[in-house]
């Protein structure tokens, strides 16, 4: 048997988070979705730090990353994950609005498993999104991810 994953969306514009969680929905994905706005946040909830303080690790886990918020950036997030051991494996799913060939490239040399540019037209992004959960509908992760 196999435990569900949580997707942890870590966005900081909350419209563009809205319409990512409804357009997922919308594709029949019914996975726990945890929003967090910031990196430090997100990396708070993975490790069970700060305010989550002992609550242990999450798991199993994909995270749907961008890359430009203040603070801690998502580069920075995928960077601190990829590097430990423990989060080494959950799949990391970059979707930004950089599409930038500098950025595609060091997101993947960091350890991420997909890149997404986020499409500007609202209808084209919404659609965008609705393919993605069609897609992680059938996502298998390791338990320990």
């Known amino acids: 048997m196999t ?46 730090t700060g305010t989550r303080q002992g609550a242990g690790m999450a798991s199993p886990l994909l995270i749907l990353l961008d890359l430009n918020m203040p603070g801690l950036s998502g580069l920075q997030v995928l960077e601190r994950l990829k590097a430990e051991p423990r989060t080494q494996r959950i799949p990391i799913i970059i979707l930004t609005t950089t599409d930038d060939r500098r950025e ?7 350890g991420c498993n997909l890149y997404i540019t986020k499409p500007v037209q609202y209808e084209k992004f919404a659609e965008a999104i609705r393919e993605l959960g069609l897609f992680l509908t059938i996502v298998t992760v390791p338990d320990d991810c």
């Open 104 to 110: 595609v490239t060091r997101c993947y040399e960091l």
């Open 3 to 48: 435990t569900p994953i949580t997707i942890l969306l870590v966005e900081d514009d909350e419209g563009h988070a809205r319409l990512i969680e409804k357009n997922l929905r919308r594709s029949g994905l019914s996975n726990e979705i945890v929003k967090k706005s910031d990196g430090q946040s997100a990396l708070d909830y993975v490790f069970g």
